[in-house]
C-alpha cells in the first residue's frame, strides 16, 4: 500500500465490522480517486461504474476512447493506486456505456482543452461519404451489429482528424489533436520514446526478430519485466497498424496486377507474431487473418495468396 494511504479496513473498527459497509467505502474511496485525478486525463467523459471479485468497471462516454483506454488498464491502474487505496484489486475494464455524470460536484475545476478529440455529439454530425462510406460498409459485413456504431466512431474520427491536419499518434497510430505527441493513453505508458522507436523499426522491418528489435530501440538494460512487456506491445501495435493498412487498401491492384492488400497483411502477421516470412507461409494467412477478411480481399487463403 501507498505510503499515506489508509485502508478501508483500517478505518472500519475491529467490532462491528460489515463487508458491505467495507465495499461500499471502497467503492467511494476508488470512484473519488478517478472523478479527482484519472477523469481530466482523457477527453471522454468516464466514472467508476462498479467494483466486483476485484475488478473495477469504468464506464466511458465514447466507444474508441474505451477500446483505446482498455489497451493501457495495467498502466491507468497503477497510476490511479497513486491516488488511493487499491488493496484486493486485481484488474480494470472499460465499458461503453453506463453512467458517467457524478451528481454531486467534486472538488476539482473540470479540465478544458484546446486539443479535445471529438465526442460523440460531434461524430454523430458527420456524415461519412466516398472512401470512408465504403471502407465502413466493407468493414461492417464482417462484424455482429452490435459492433456497427463503434466501427462508425472509429472511421469518423479519422475522418475527422484528416480534415484537420491532424497527425497520428506514432505509436498506436490514431488521430490526434495537433498539439499532441502521444493520444492520451500511449502517453501513459513507460519508456514511450522507446516504444514509439520499436513500433517504427517494425513497421519497417516486420521480420526483425527480438533481438534487433531490443538493439535497435534501446532496451537493452531496462528490466525484463518491462522489456517483454515493450516488445510484446510494439508488435501488438506495428502488427494491427500494418494489417489495418491492407484493409483500407481493399482489393483494388496495381498497375503490374498484384494485390497491394496481400504484403501488408504478411507484415503485419509477421510484426505482430515474431514468425519468419516461411513460417507464415507454411501455416497459410488463414491461420492468422479471418478468411472473411482474405476472401474479401481478394485473396482465397494464404498459401494460395502467396506470389
Known amino acids: 500500500m501507498k505510503k499515506g494511504f489508509k485502508s478501508i479496513g483500517d478505518v472500519l473498527e475491529s467490532k462491528g465490522r460489515r463487508s458491505g459497509l467495507s465495499r461500499s467505502m471502497g467503492l467511494a474511496s476508488i470512484a473519488m480517486a478517478w472523478e479527482e485525478h484519472m477523469r481530466g486525463m482523457f477527453a471522454a467523459g468516464s466514472a467508476v461504474n462498479s467494483i466486483t471479485d476485484g475488478v473495477i468497471r469504468i464506464s466511458v462516454d465514447e466507444p474508441v476512447w474505451a477500446q483505446q483506454m482498455s489497451m493501457l488498464g495495467k498502466e491507468i491502474l497503477e497510476e490511479l493506486g497513486k491516488h488511493c487505496d487499491l488493496s484486493g484489486i486485481k484488474d480494470i475494464r472499460f465499458m461503453s456505456f453506463g453512467n458517467t455524470v457524478r451528481s454531486r460536484p467534486t472538488r476539482t475545476k473540470s ?20 472512401e470512408d462510406l465504403a471502407r465502413f460498409e466493407r468493414m461492417a459485413r464482417r462484424l455482429p451489429k452490435e459492433l456497427h456504431k463503434v466501427l462508425e466512431l ?154
Open 111 to 130: 479540465l478544458r482543452r484546446q486539443d479535445e478529440w471529438p465526442v460523440t455529439k460531434e461524430l454523430n454530425a458527420v456524415s461519412l461519404s466516398g
Open 154 to 307: 472509429h472511421v469518423k474520427t479519422e475522418a475527422i482528424a484528416r480534415l484537420k491536419d491532424s497527425k497520428a499518434c506514432p505509436i498506436c497510430g490514431i488521430g490526434l489533436p495537433t498539439k499532441s505527441r502521444y493520444c492520451q493513453v500511449c502517453a501513459l505508458r513507460k519508456e514511450k520514446a522507446r516504444t514509439e522507436t520499436a513500433v517504427s523499426f517494425l513497421m519497417e522491418s516486420p521480420l526483425s526478430s527480438d533481438a534487433d528489435l531490443i538493439e535497435v530501440s534501446g532496451l537493452a538494460g531496462l528490466e525484463e519485466e518491462l522489456v517483454l512487456d515493450i516488445v510484446a506491445f510494439a508488435r501488438r501495435m506495428a502488427g494491427k497498424r500494418l494489417i489495418g493498412e491492407a484493409v483500407r487498401e481493399g482489393p483494388a491492384t496495381g498497375a503490374d496486377g498484384e494485390n497491394k492488400a496481400w504484403p501488408l497483411l504478411v507484415a503485419g502477421v509477421c510484426a505482430s507474431t515474431g514468425e519468419t516470412y516461411d513460417a507464415v507461409m507454411s501455416q497459410g494467412l488463414e491461420n492468422y487473418v479471418p478468411e472473411g477478411i482474405l476472401e474479401e480481399l481478394g485473396l482465397i487463403g494464404g498459401k494460395k495468396a502467396e506470389r
